[in-house]
Structure formats: structure tokens, C-alpha cells
């Protein structure tokens, strides 16, 4: 009989208050220059959700020696006035970030609101301008939650290189970024969809999987190969309406080597990534 195995949890909270305490940090030593790094987060709307993250990322900026301004607009704004306070903000020398937070209502064109961004100052990491430079290689902003899963791996120091890496999702700002992180860090990678034909068969030859579709149990026990390390991106709400991933946590957990919860794992980091792309940014003028 072999002894029951349990998963390593890779703690996106202890990851994170280490990664905001070296912001703070440098921050400090920014503002010592008379730079303090600032964030604008624009919300249209009243998306209960959103308001919800809005609040985490302002509350984070505060906590880290950061400067932000949260600017909250009715949801009958209009696209021109919307496109026109970006465009005000991207002049501003007190801001070295800006976040629209996405969804936006439906009369505006999100791609519209993403591209008006300076690229200079796209924390998000979603401006054609930064994923152009992440597809070629080339410095620029990560999109936050794939660069986070980046710095979870690094944190138990898992070598990448040869291994084979399953990105299940395939958004613009979730699962195309992490398949070209990945790539960047010569991992061979699959990237798995709805059309994709047996996502068992590709999930079962993984030594990395990354769940990021939105989607309670996408993956299960049965679809991990022992000692795979799983990532969990899903934000979900299960029948009982308790958070949970994208991952059939309980099961999964006897099988991987390392799993990430939810909460308390990809959600911090993503977060914290704003944060060191906000401080990186006003790093950039010194």
C-alpha cells in the first residue's frame, strides 16, 4: 500500500507580503528622490465585483508606499468622456500607472479604452503595444496574473526548461501570456481550449498545468500526472456558493507535487504584480 501524498501549497499570500515588503521598500527610496510612484484606477459603473477589486488594489497601493487615485464614473459615462480622462491621466507626471477596470459597460469599446492607454504607463500589461513586446521578447509590462504564476514557480524554484506546460484558456489576458512566459522560459507548451479534442490526454502529459478558463472542476484528479505542479487562475463560485479555482482542489491536491489555492494563491499575486509594474514604471525616470 503507498502512504497517501499531499500536494506542497505554493502560498500566494507569504509569496506576496515578501514581494510588497521589497516594493515598499523601493518605493521609499524613490520617494527619498522625490518620485512617488502612483496608480490611477478608473471604474465605470458599479459592477459589485469590480468595486470589490478596485477597493483591493487601492487598499494594496496604500500599503506599499504607493500613491493612488481612484476615480469612479456613473455607468451612462460616455466612450468620449471615458477616452478623454485617460488621456488626461496619461499627461500627468504624478501618475505612472493607470488601470481601467475592466468590464466596462457595453456602449464602450473596451479595446478602444485599453489602446488610449499610454504604453509607458499600462500596468495591466493588456496594450497591443506590451503584448507585441512579450510575443518578440522585448522588455515591457506583464500582463499582471500570468507574470504573478511566473513568480509563483520561481518561488519553489522549479526549472522550466524541457518540461511540458499546459495553459488550459486561451484569453488575452490570461492563457496567450502565460503560454509566451512559459515559452520564454524554454518549457514546451500546449495550449488547451474549448474546442480542444481530449483535454485529459494533453493534461495527463503535463509537468505544468494552468487552469485559467472560469470554470468549476476543469480539471480533476484523474487528469494530473504525479508530482505535477497546478496552477489554479479560476475565480469561481461553487453550488454552495463558496469560492473556489477552476480546480478540483481536494482531489487534485493527492496527486500534484505543488498546487496553488483559491483563495489565497493566484489572486494576491496578481495584485502584487500591479504594484511592481506601478513602482517598475516610476523606476524608469530616475
Given amino acids: 500500500m503507498t502512504t497517501p501524498h499531499t500536494a506542497s501549497i505554493i502560498d500566494g ?10 516594493v515598499m521598500r523601493r518605493a521609499m527610496a524613490l520617494k527619498a528622490r522625490g518620485i512617488t510612484p502612483g496608480l490611477a484606477v478608473v471604474l465605470v459603473g458599479d459592477n459589485p465585483a469590480s468595486q470589490v477589486y478596485v477597493r ?4 494594496a497601493c496604500a500599503d506599499a508606499g504607493l500613491h493612488s487615485v481612484l476615480e469612479r464614473y456613473d455607468a451612462d459615462m460616455s466612450e468620449a468622456a ?43 500589461g493588456f496594450h497591443i503595444a506590451s503584448a507585441g513586446a512579450l510575443m518578440v521578447g522585448q522588455p515591457g509590462f506583464l500582463p499582471c496574473t500570468p507574470y504573478g504564476c511566473m513568480k509563483m514557480l520561481e518561488s519553489i524554484g522549479y526549472d522550466l526548461r524541457g518540461k511540458h506546460a499546459v495553459v488550459i484558456g486561451r484569453s488575452n489576458i490570461v492563457g ?11 518549457a ?35 487528469m494530473v500526472k504525479p508530482g505535477a505542479v497546478v496552477i489554479d487562475v479560476g475565480m469561481n463560485r461553487n453550488a454552495q456558493g463558496k469560492l473556489c479555482g477552476d480546480v478540483d482542489y481536494a482531489g487534485v491536491r493527492e496527486v500534484a507535487g505543488h498546487i496553488t489555492p483559491v ?24
Fill in 13 to 22: 499570500n507569504a509569496l506576496s507580503a515578501q514581494l510588497r515588503a521589497d
Fill in 56 to 59: 483591493n488594489k487601492v487598499k
Fill in 82 to 124: 471615458l477616452l478623454a480622462r485617460i488621456d488626461a491621466l496619461n499627461q500627468d507626471p504624478s501618475i505612472h500607472g493607470i488601470l481601467v477596470q475592466l468590464p466596462v459597460p457595453k456602449h464602450i469599446d473596451a479595446n478602444k479604452v485599453i489602446e488610449a492607454i499610454a504604453p509607458e504607463k499600462d500596468v495591466d
Fill in 176 to 186: 496567450k501570456p502565460m503560454a509566451m512566459l512559459l515559452l520564454q522560459k524554454n
Fill in 188 to 222: 514546451t507548451v500546449t495550449i488547451c481550449h474549448s474546442a480542444t479534442a481530449d483535454l485529459k490526454a494533453m493534461t495527463l502529459q503535463a509537468d505544468v498545468i494552468v487552469a485559467a478558463v472560469g470554470k468549476v472542476n476543469v480539471l480533476t484528479a484523474d
Fill in 263 to 286: 483563495p489565497g494563491g493566484v489572486g494576491p499575486m496578481t495584485i502584487t504584480m500591479l504594484l511592481v509594474n506601478t513602482l517598475e514604471s516610476a523606476e524608469r525616470l530616475v
